[in-house]
């Protein structure tokens, strides 16, 4: 029987050290990209949107473009906006403001980030990389940006 338990040492060390790399893969991930719908102000002409955006990556992300949804209280999608972003410097956070005319911001029910276009290049590894660490909050009363 103790020997049953020897022979199979090798094998538990073998699997061992092959998730092992799995595990530094998980420590090496990105910190979160982190968009927080931080306030909706009303304008004549529609809704002012700001976004505070926080990057504790070493690098930069340049470009940085968004796909929002925006929502009425309904439910209903309101308007699509591509909306760029970038650059967004690295270790640290910035404000962005863009400007939604036509709708106004107690007719906003929701945000979506329906997905990230472009984040710091072309290559479609580093954009899904993005929408994987993107972590989303809002301050606007009764308006969740969710993805």
């Given at each position: 029987?103790?020997?049953?338990?020897?022979?199979?040492?090798?094998?538990?060390?073998?699997?061992?050290?092959?998730?092992?790399?799995?595990?530094?893969?998980?420590?090496?991930?990105?910190?979160?990209?982190?968009?927080?719908?931080?306030?909706?102000?009303?304008?004549?002409?529609?809704?002012?949107?700001?976004?505070?955006?926080?990057?504790?990556?070493?690098?930069?992300?340049?470009?940085?473009?968004?796909?929002?949804?925006?929502?009425?209280?309904?439910?209903?999608?309101?308007?699509?906006?591509?909306?760029?972003?970038?650059?967004?410097?690295?270790?640290?956070?910035?404000?962005?403001?863009?400007?939604?005319?036509?709708?106004?911001?107690?007719?906003?029910?929701?945000?979506?980030?329906?997905?990230?276009?472009?984040?710091g290049g072309d290559d479609p590894e580093v954009r899904a990389a993005?929408?994987?660490?993107a972590a989303l909050s809002s301050r606007a009363e009764h308006v969740?940006?969710?993805?």
């Open positions: 029987m103790h020997r049953r338990r020897r022979s199979l040492l090798p094998l538990f060390a073998l699997c061992a050290a092959a998730l092992s790399p799995v595990a530094g893969l998980a420590a090496d991930t990105a910190p979160p990209l982190r968009l927080e719908l931080n306030r909706l102000e009303a304008r004549e002409a529609g809704c002012r949107v700001w976004l505070v955006l926080g990057n504790p990556a070493p690098e930069a992300l340049d470009p940085l473009r968004v796909d929002l949804v925006l929502f009425g209280r309904d439910g209903v999608v309101a308007r699509r906006l591509a909306v760029d972003l970038g650059p967004l410097p690295a270790q640290k956070t910035t404000a962005r403001i863009f400007d939604v005319t036509g709708l106004p911001c107690d007719a906003i029910g929701s945000v979506l980030l329906n997905d990230i276009l472009v984040c993005c929408i994987a660490r969740p940006f969710e993805k």
